[in-house]
């Protein structure tokens, strides 16, 4: 299998993942969210399972404020035959003190596997509008996809490759 396929493969294999954590807000209100360990505790057993790594490998961070700002490209690196792709993905960490590029690389990996291999959350999203039913509806549409559709997509990105 070439690193696509693999990709395509893991693409395939991805469930949900519930939110595991609440994030409280200084206005007083909260909202679910998926930690990095329930993310990674998904993904890290098919990379695995795959022989793929992901390394971060240039990135910038900028900070204004307690708002740090990452931008970063990550490789997936096929162990087997050292071919790799290269993604990118950006995140914010809010932080008054020295944690804020923490907070952001974190959010960042976290939202490019996310995003990159379309898993969706177990819960209704709280802001949408809408009934819960067409909520519900767009969720389970949400989970439905293509393993070809993805490696498409990725074969497509693949002209951008670096093959250092």
Known sequence: MNILEKLGAIYSEVESVSPDMEIKLKSGRSYNARSEHAVLSLFRPLFQQHKLLIIPVEG??????????VSQSFDFVDCETGE???VWS???????????AGKAMTYCKKYLLLKLFDVASRE?????????????KRLEKAQIGSPQMMIQALADASRYRDWE
């Open 124 to 136: 209704l999203d709280p802001d949408s509008s809408g009934s819960d039913d067409n909520v519900q």
């Open 84 to 86: 790799k792709l290269r």
């Open 60 to 69: 910038t961070v900028e900070r204004t404020g307690t708002s740090t700002m």
């Open 90 to 100: 950006c995140g914010e960490g809010e932080d008054p003190s020295d944690k804020g």
